[in-house]
């Protein structure tokens, strides 16, 4: 953590960047960590290349965020948040090594990333942005605090996922202290949902789907619907959930269609399972309980490749 400090503070501008197809965590730390900075007077920028999901437009910054990599501030430094290589980000392949600050909490990540201070013990990468403020003595207003309070609640599912821990609690309510407009984050992250995501909600529970005796439950989402229901693919976010919800399920699926050649995978799991090796196996990525891949070929086709892969991680009946 010190490393990463030390490299920002020597910086002459920095660009903040998350993952696209972003999540609450992804967008919560970058807007987070982008305020920081700017009220240090330090020259820096945010960027997301993908779309931002309507639910997180209320992020403080969200509409000043860079969205195409073609015009690259003027900065000696980037910090790459919630992932572990410039792919996941979006970004062009030659940036050099020198330029890269990598901060994450997933086990997949080697670590091995330009100047990186990786630690799954974080529930989520706004906890670090936490420890790195209280380490450079940085006040925190409620603008960051918002940011970092959305980071932190829905990479725990509002405090539900077995990553919630005593600590995670604990900074919770030290954000809360800090203004975080909590009602706000509840409101337009968690609870609101447009007639178009009901849609997709409707679709996703009428064509569930198990496999293994029940222990894995699908749901797949083609373009088709995404169509009929006038959303886009990241508004699908959180449909895993209602698959998880199952009681025998030990294993959720959620596949979506991009295009007629590539299907995004998200996997959820309980107990010991492993499913970040399902995801790594792929080129994907992520936590124990939770992953991700994306999967070079037609939704069916990626179906029945992944269900190969878990059924080695699954136990024996």
């Not at 203004?179 to 064509?207: D, F, M, P, W, Y």
């Not at 005796?213 to 229901?229: K, L, M, W």
Request: aromatic share 6%; proline share 4%; net charge negative.
């Amino acid at each position: 953590m010190e490393k990463v400090l030390k490299k920002i503070l020597q910086a002459k501008g920095v660009l903040v960047v998350g993952h696209i197809s972003p999540d609450g965590d992804s967008l919560g730390s970058t807007l987070g960590l982008f305020h920081l900075l700017r009220q240090q007077g330090i020259v820096a920028y945010a960027m997301c290349l993908d779309k931002v999901p309507n639910k997180y437009l209320y992020l403080p910054g969200s509409d000043e965020l860079l969205t195409s990599s073609e015009n690259f501030p003027d900065v000696n430094t980037i910090v790459l948040l919630d992932c572990g290589d410039l792919q996941r980000a979006g970004l062009p392949a030659n940036i050099p090594v020198d330029f890269l600050v990598n901060i994450d909490h997933h086990s997949s990540n080697s670590g091995c990333f330009g100047t990186a201070w990786v630690d799954s013990a974080f529930a989520a990468v706004g906890q670090q942005i936490l420890r790195l403020a209280e380490l450079a003595r940085w006040d925190i207003c409620p603008t960051v605090a918002t940011c970092l309070y959305t980071s932190l609640a829905t990479d725990t599912g509002f405090f539900r996922h077995s990553n919630t821990t005593p600590v995670v609690f604990r900074d919770a309510a030290i954000l809360m202290e800090l203004g975080a407009s909590t009602q706000t984050v509840v409101e337009n992250a968690a609870e609101r949902k447009s007639l178009g995501e009901l849609c997709l909600i409707q679709h996703a529970l009428a064509n569930l789907t198990q496999e293994c005796d029940g222990r894995v439950t699908i749901i797949e989402v083609p373009r088709s619907v995404y169509a009929a229901c006038g959303v886009d693919l990241d508004e699908a976010e959180g449909m895993i959930e209602y698959a998880k919800a199952v009681p025998v399920t030990v294993l959720a699926v959620l596949l979506r269609e991009v295009s007629a050649h590539v299907t995004r995978v998200s996997l959820r799991a309980r107990g010991d399972l492993d499913v970040s090796k399902v995801a790594v196996s792929f080129g994907g990525g992520g936590h124990k309980l939770a992953a991700g891949c994306t999967i070079n070929a037609p939704l069916p086709d990626a179906r029945r490749a992944l269900l190969d892969q878990l059924i080695k991680v699954l136990p024996h009946a």
